[in-house]
């Protein structure tokens, strides 16, 4: 086996240093070759493929040596892959379920039965890919989907093209469900060919090996290599790449406000069923297949690879640039969806069997348009933008397959009976039950710090997605980085907000439907104070006042409503007034006169937007001093220098009024905020809700 380290299409990534520290580890460095392998998507999927060592453990009851193997548990990704995500198993009780197995049609009781093998019984729960492991008498397996290689394995001529580039090196197996029978033909193949260095599953995936956590990882990405430099080396000899480009590509700027402009309606239509978040990509590759003549024959051929289409669905919608630039572009997007989900039933009726389960959401997962990109849908950000990455994925495929041969997807029936797999769906039933707010996209005004950072985070633990915002660049970098490293990527987004300027108001929400496709509920929280008797009250005071927190909320508000009619999914807007909306109190005129605008305009625009059930209603805080930047100015001094004591003695004196005797925190206003909108008050439209610790003069009725 040649070692060389010069690759040109994957990427090598061994650290001998590191290999090093691992080395008296076996565990350790067959985790550390996983997460180098699922660190290339070239190489794998997202929680695409999976890999394996044997070796000798001690049985913990015989004190005997024993062999086991470590392989990739059900559901998880070698490229994040830990101890914790690994089943281990008995290689000899694994082997001896030979005996057990019935054939084809009972492949599912022998899910069952791995749970008989378990070395740890604590361990990960094995997936169906397991014998195929374990039925192999090699030490190191790397089992992956690369897409030069199911270009191949997807192509009409893969066999032939195979024996082409690798002689008998490697052998191929035509397409099979996996599970315990594809496992056996495994076993048979290397049996039967003692030189092999790698299988080729059709339509699936590569199979590779090595004695060493090393030589498994060479082999895997010199075979991986290989097929991507056959490839390039044919790509438009036989002719044009998918058919030479239909139409020519608009400027990324254009594409991305045409994908801003239709993100929301898509939004809405793909939420039939549950409310979904969006992801859009304008990558060079989707773009070149969008934009080509073969879009439509390929695009309707569906996906080859089962980790393809169980993420994507057999077939994307394919808009027509032609309509959607016609007046009734809204009505032709509902026929289209319309259509896709008759052609979707139609695909479960002439497919299902006696025990299939019940069709599932028959929504497009995956949207493309061409000039412009592609759209998914999902239950959240991460499963919306790796149905993109996968679609990406086929697209690489079948660019490949049509490079050298023909394209040919999966069988029809077959594609349903993986996707509608008993032990898949039960993989479903087990997951967790949705968070009130999954699906979920919110617009905290002032999110960086204080209660809307508070806010921010509550909905967050409850599923939503949020756009973090602030007037103040450096205070959202920091609230960014703190989101990054508690949240990850995928849960929020940040843009400058400065709630007096439409500008940056709209660049917020185009943000948020570039992002996640939309909005459902916006919070109305950026504010300021300014607390002076009449006689030292400026017009400025005044202007700033009634422009942040009445002009801020009329402004953000609009825009909102102008997005949620888009989605006609209803929607939440609340406002964080004050309690001296309500009450009166001294040196205070300009605030609690704004204060009190804000909470008639919320009234006011509850009367109006009912008819989309679009609800607006109001949480009235009291002094809420924690992170809050209200509090570092003059306003402290001022409310200090009113009450007739120290700025020390403020939180104190807030809490001895109340009735409740409380301390306000940003928390107990983010509690107030996720009962409005967490279903539970789905029927309530124009309430105020004080948070205040109790202060008789603010009780509203």
Not at 1 to 25: I, R
Not at 76 to 92: F, M, R, S
Not at 469 to 475: E, P, Q, Y
């Amino acid at each position: 086996m040649n070692t060389t380290q010069a690759f040109n299409y994957v990427s090598y990534l061994w650290d001998e240093k590191m290999a090093a520290e691992l080395a008296g580890d076996e565990v350790a460095l067959f985790i550390y070759r996983s997460n180098l392998l699922g660190a290339d998507l070239r190489l794998t999927n997202y929680a695409g493929g999976n890999t394996s060592v044997k070796l000798m453990e001690i049985n913990p009851l015989t004190g005997d040596p024993v062999e086991v193997m470590w392989v990739k548990g059900s559901g998880g990704d070698i490229g994040t892959l830990t101890k914790k995500g690994c089943a281990n198993l008995y290689v000899e009780r694994l082997q001896a379920l030979k005996n057990r197995y019935r054939g084809l049609e009972f492949e599912d009781e022998m899910v069952e039965l791995f749970d008989h093998t378990l070395f740890d019984p604590k361990c990960a729960a094995p997936s169906i890919d397991t014998p195929l492991h374990g039925l192999l008498p090699f030490k190191h397996i790397d089992h992956l989907h690369p897409d030069a290689l199911i270009a191949i394995a997807a192509s009409r001529d893969g066999e032939a093209i195979m024996h082409q580039i690798w002689g008998d090196k490697l052998a191929w197996l035509p397409w099979q469900r996996p599970g315990f029978d594809l496992g056996l033909k495994l076993e048979q193949t290397v049996r039967e060919n003692p030189n092999l260095r790698g299988v080729i599953l059709g339509g699936h995936g590569l199979f590779t090996w090595g004695d060493t956590s090393y030589e498994s990882y060479m082999n895997t990405l010199e075979v991986i290599e290989q097929a991507s430099e056959f490839l390039h080396n044919n790509f438009g000899k036989k002719r044009p790449v998918f058919g030479g480009p239909a139409r020519q590509n608009t400027d990324a700027d254009t594409r991305k406000t045409q994908a801003v402009s239709l993100m929301p309606i898509l939004r809405g239509l793909a939420s039939g069923h549950r409310r979904m978040i969006g992801h859009f990509t304008d990558d060079d590759r989707v773009l070149e297949f969008v934009n080509s003549h073969d879009l439509d024959r390929l695009a309707r051929l569906g996906t080859s690879c089962p980790d393809h289409f169980l993420r994507t669905k057999i077939r994307p919608l394919v808009l027509d640039t032609i309509q959607l630039s016609s007046a009734d572009s809204e009505g032709y997007l509902e026929k289209a969806f319309a259509d896709y989900r008759a052609d979707y039933a139609a695909y479960y009726e002439r497919n299902k069997h006696e025990n299939s389960p019940a069709i599932r959401d028959p929504n497009p997962v995956v949207i493309l348009w061409p000039g412009v990109g592609m759209f998914t849908f999902a239950k959240d950000k991460q499963t919306a933008r790796v149905a993109a990455e996968f679609y990406t994925n086929a697209i690489n495929v079948m660019k490949g397959a049509e490079a050298v041969s023909d394209y040919v997807g999966l069988p029809e029936q077959e594609a349903f009976d993986i996707e509608y797999w008993l032990l898949e769906e039960a993989k479903l039933q087990r997951m967790p039950m949705p968070k009130p707010l999954s699906g979920k996209i919110a617009l905290i005004t002032g999110s960086a710090g204080g209660i809307g950072k508070a806010i921010a985070k509550k909905f967050l633990a409850e599923g939503a997605v949020v756009v973090i915002n602030d007037n103040d660049a450096d205070r959202l970098a920091g609230a960014k980085e703190e989101f990054q490293k508690q949240y990850g990527k995928d849960a929020y987004t940040a843009v400058l907000l400065d709630v007096t300027s439409s500008e940056t108001i709209s660049n917020a929400y185009d943000a948020a439907a570039l992002a996640f496709g939309g909005v459902d509920i916006v919070v109305n929280c950026a504010g300021l104070s300014i607390s002076k008797p009449i006689e030292e009250h400026t017009e400025k005071d005044w202007d700033l006042l009634y422009d942040v927190l009445v002009k801020g909320q009329f402004l953000v508000t609009q825009k909102a409503v102008g997005v949620m009619r888009k989605q006609k999914l209803g929607g939440d807007v609340l406002n964080i007034v004050s309690k001296n909306a309500l009450v009166s109190g001294p040196n205070n005129a300009g605030y609690g006169s704004a204060k009190a605008a804000q909470l008639h305009l919320s009234r006011l625009n509850a009367a109006e937007l009912g008819k989309d059930h679009i609800r607006v209603n109001v949480v009235n805080p009291d002094a809420v001093i924690s992170d809050s930047k209200i509090w570092a100015g003059a306003w402290a001094e001022g409310r200090a220098k009113a009450y007739g004591i120290t700025i020390a003695e403020l939180p104190g004196y807030y809490a001895k009024r109340t009735l409740l005797n409380e301390v306000i925190l940003p928390d107990d206003i983010a509690n107030a905020c996720l009962a409005f909108v967490n279903g539970l008050l789905a029927k309530s439209t124009g309430n105020v809700l004080n948070v205040d610790g109790g202060v008789a003069m603010a009780f509203v009725r």
